[in-house]
């Protein structure tokens, strides 16, 4: 796909460039080599990273969760093209939010994540930095390419163990109040088995202290 793309995001994993084809607004992600990876190593890991992220971008809106439609993928290139959500991440808006919003957006972080583990799927990089708030206020859930299905008890409970550890480190200051509404979410929609992946978090957690 032929278009005048736009850097917008140069990052380690990723360069993500914005376009417009027939007036619809398009976002390029293309996974760029690593020099310090034999080639193979590196073809094989962003190959696959790619795929990945397409087929769970899909696999998570037939959920019922809100994420960016893929026009095309493209393997030799390690790309995908996908809708551009017009909005900003959760991260960035956190620090200027009100208590009662964040706990909104936080509930509705929380219901994302349990409708993926509902599907038996996993996120893997489940931070803020990767829910985009729309103009709507809608929630949306990007980069999928450490996701996973047919996830395990431990595997739902590393995704909330990660989720934790983000806040600790990002938003320090509103962890407290984000893990509660985040949890409150999660587990709405969960039910009595989010009883089981809330203490293997806590299990992990209390691993990682010993490490």
């Avoid at 795929?51 to 971008?57: G, I, K, Q, T």
Wanted: glycine share 6%; net charge positive; with cysteine.
């Amino acid at each position: 796909m032929r278009l005048n793309w736009k850097l917008m995001t140069l990052g380690a994993e990723s360069r993500i460039l914005h376009g417009v084809w027939n007036n619809q607004e398009l976002i390029l992600k293309i996974r760029p080599s690593k020099s310090y990876l034999i080639d193979t190593i590196d073809s094989m890991l962003r190959r696959s990273r790619t795929s990945r992220e397409s087929r769970m971008l899909t696999y998570a809106r037939s959920l019922g969760i809100p994420t960016p439609c893929v026009h095309w993928l493209d393997l030799e290139q390690c790309s995908i093209v996908m809708d551009f959500i017009e909005g900003d991440s959760l991260k960035n808006l956190v620090a200027n939010l009100r208590e009662e919003k964040l706990r909104i957006f936080c509930r509705a972080f929380g219901k994302l994540i349990a409708s993926l583990h509902n599907g038996d799927a996993v996120h893997g990089d489940p931070t803020t930095s990767n829910v985009i708030v729309d103009r709507t206020e809608k929630l949306w859930l990007i980069d999928f390419g450490l996701s996973e299905r047919n996830a395990t008890i431990e595997m739902k409970g590393t995704d909330l163990h990660l989720i934790y550890r983000a806040l600790e480190t990002t938003h320090w200051k509103q962890q407290e109040v984000m893990l509660q509404s985040i949890i409150e979410g999660y587990s709405s929609l969960v039910g009595p088995q989010s009883n089981l992946i809330l203490e293997r978090m806590r299990d992990i957690r209390e691993r990682g202290r010993y490490h």
